[in-house]
């Protein structure tokens, strides 16, 4: 399914700054970029660079005018999901994972799955197979966690998540990653477009390895879960930031737009937890 | 200089388990290993493997069989330091960094740079140059932390060492980590056997990028700078511990030795921070 | 001086509950409540009650009866400050303390002092004299503390605040008590109602035990220090909340009005730091 | 039933310091202290006071001579413990409380109760009744949280020992209080000498407030509940420390010993949990 997706970044400059950013999709096996475009409001040094375990596509800005300055990305992806059988699915144990898997079950910035053994264990350790197990997690999420725009903090973790009962797409993926660590599933931060997702924002889920693929995982249910198109993944927010300042430099908007591509003729078909459960499948993301 | 080490890893092992150990020398330009063996008290499953942003060397051992096990690592590793003059030593603007080096201005697990920033400013912020703040953090490491075992918590981060100010190698290490990325300098965490270390154990220290290259901090002191052997690098102990432990297995001792190799015939000078100030010289790690 | 207050809590109430409410002002010698009313939008069940170690005036509300509900409080108190000459303020050491002052030494909820001693030490501890420290705070708060509303949650501590900045008059005020108690100074919070403040709300300060006499710190120095009414003081928050909620029942507004009472005749002349520093004076609060 | 109590409490002086003590057994219509003796190894500055919400009987000390210091008390007390039928114990609801036992509602530095809602209604919030609550608070407790002497640090809160689990006899006392305040229950931090707790030391224990008694709750169980001889009771170990130190001071051992009373004829009958419970019965300490 093609998708045009399209991002401004807004900021005000007021002395040398560097701004790193990952906005555009990822080219995987199974996404395709077919076009894309980034720009700015006005001249600034310009680096494209692939940084982290997953080399995601970042582009670094420099300028030291200040002033407001915009980015805009745009671009054409086509993208393809994949739904598996739950009876093809099954556990593996740490020792058959593939190593590039590996460093998704340490705990990281956001995800502290060391601190949330007990935690995880209480409520979900009595659940066989890691699929349930992560699925059991996206429905606790989901009926526990009140997703409340304004109710978390950037410097929040699982943690805190865990205690207050409340966050964003970001707080919702860290939790549900660092649950999932904690119980030796290895589990990774993904930002996406999200088509269908209301209001138009960035979108943040997780993914789960399992039996040699990485599945998707969504407690906030906010968007079908076929219609993401991939930005970056690491291991959490750090690492996937869609915009890291340094220097005398402040976010002013954001804006942030899914469509169907201009020359796919498929009608989208929207895929929730609920009728990938009815037809008994799990989804793996572009 | 060649060097000698040797470590042993005791375990009680009571049901299925994995157990992944970073132990190994990595190899380097600047450190040759020329020769080393892993073994085990008994037979496991074994896998040798790259893992990380930095490809550090670890194995993985599974094994179900109830009692005791052991891992023995011995190597004979040759490693040079470099001494490069505080006049050669210019700080790098964001925009200039490798971008293997940005993600270590990310905050980490137990480098949580993004809750530091007012405090390192406090402390650190009127000095000038990347480097004199990374050692102005070394020193104050020194002075204001206690080097007391027995003081921190496996899953305490820099926070809790700032607040508490007691720990040992890790959290000196990971609170001067967070420190120099709160100020926009790269830092990493690295593990080391240790020359003159005394009790032998393992070690960890920390490196900052500036101009170009990785320089050796350690606010412990209580080591010569040029005996390091490294083992492993990483954002912060999630990504260079020793041991990692799935399943049903408990620690029940390490034995760790670094002697100069048998067919060194250089006498080792010890290099220790004052000896390098009163040279006017930074030191990088082999 | 005569000020007349007035205060208006409104609640949506959903089922079963209880509220606590601390809105008088407090009867100190010197601090006369002239005349006062409270009451309510419709019937409840009403008990008024002291509460905690300072005897603080507090009412509580019970009704299972759904439907919005309000709460209005007016008063007419005369209240009298106490300029002490900084000459005549002299250090105390704990054991010739006034037993009823030392558990204002102690850690609390929202300030602890037992997590802040190296902090305290880092900023204040080169400093003389309790007072002095005290005094040092209160511009340290001012200078470094950020105020802003919506920065802060409720569960913050010192600790938070410490570490993010910003806060508002609660925050500033948990935190000055917290590294007051650091010191060993007795430190106590202190809600009042507060003339000039702009928008009128609820005000929160804190006050010092030096030398016999209690002493007003306020680091958000958003309203003059001779003009607050004194409602309710406690170890922090906890002690002292303007209303605590119990069982289905939600806050959907505040008005706070305080105004010079009507009888007064003497017209108000605002004391700040900076004309009690030019003075040689602290402040006592009535 | 009589008791005899001893402790000393042991310390290293090195400049001018203020010791204050919790170590006199308290004195309630159920509790009589027929004799007791406070003394010290050395002369030092004293002064007997009463402190906090309870009156607690506190002896404050002060020295400025270095060397070692003892503090030793001994005491007969006579105290006698209540069995009161679960059918008699009645829920009560937050307005028809004596306002007494209102504070120890609220979040205190050790048991942040408003940060535990949401743990506390996961595990207990499906329970009727706030007895049958607590005594499931209790079991849960035992089962969960492994008595580990050296686990837990002396600024953990209710919240570290909830995600360690485990801890000493002041941990399970602050958890177990810190959720049923969560839960609206009344409960308070309980210091005591205990009969047959091997090793012997100080025990805290906690109390929670239904149907106009406290009755005691210890979720250890390493001590028999008709065994113990109140010291004092508070939010929480702020309240009720047996030792705070101010100055240069520093703690050197300390030794707990408690006996039958010598004129005691009576053959102690140890209750535990298990015997109440199969009485049908909660107890209420002396």
């Not at 950013?21 to 894309?36: D, M």
């Not at 060391?114 to 350790?125: E, I, L, P």
């Not at 989901?142 to 409340?166: C, D, F, L, V, W």
Request: glycine share 6%.
């Amino acid at each position: 399914m093609q998708f045009f997706v399209q991002s401004s970044l807004h900021y005000q400059v007021s002395g040398p700054s560097t701004l790193l950013c990952s906005l555009k999709c990822v080219k995987t096996p199974s996404q395709e970029v077919l076009n894309e475009s980034l720009s700015t409001s006005r001249d600034t040094y310009r680096s494209d660079m692939s940084l982290g375990l997953e080399e995601n596509r970042f582009t670094l800005f420099e300028t030291s005018e200040a002033g407001p300055l915009s980015i805009f990305y745009e671009a054409t992806a086509s993208t393809s999901v994949q739904t598996v059988p739950f009876a093809e699915i099954n556990n593996q144990d740490v020792h058959t994972l593939d190593p590039a898997v590996i460093p998704y079950l340490f705990p990281s910035r956001y995800a502290p799955a060391d601190r949330m053994r007990a935690v995880a264990n209480d409520h979900f350790g009595g659940i066989q197979g890691h699929l349930d197990q992560a699925l059991a997690i996206e429905d606790w999420l989901n009926k526990h966690i009140a997703y409340a725009p304004g109710s978390s903090k950037e410097q929040y973790s699982a943690m805190e998540t865990y205690e207050n009962r409340s966050g964003v797409c970001r707080d919702f993926a860290h939790l549900g990653i660092a649950l999932c660590r904690a119980l030796s599933i290895p589990a990774r931060y993904v930002t996406v477009y999200a088509f269908q997702l209301q209001p138009q924002d960035f979108h943040a889920v997780f993914e789960v390895y399992v039996g040699g693929r990485w599945y998707l995982i969504d407690g906030t249910r906010i968007a079908p879960l076929n219609g993401m198109i991939r930005i970056a993944q690491g291991r959490d927010a750090a690492d996937a930031a869609v915009a890291t300042l340094f220097g005398n430099i402040a976010g002013t908007g954001i804006e942030v737009n899914t469509l169907v591509g201009k020359d796919e003729t498929e009608v989208f078909q929207p895929l929730n937890r609920a009728d990938l459960r009815n037809a008994g499948n799990a989804l793996c993301l572009g």
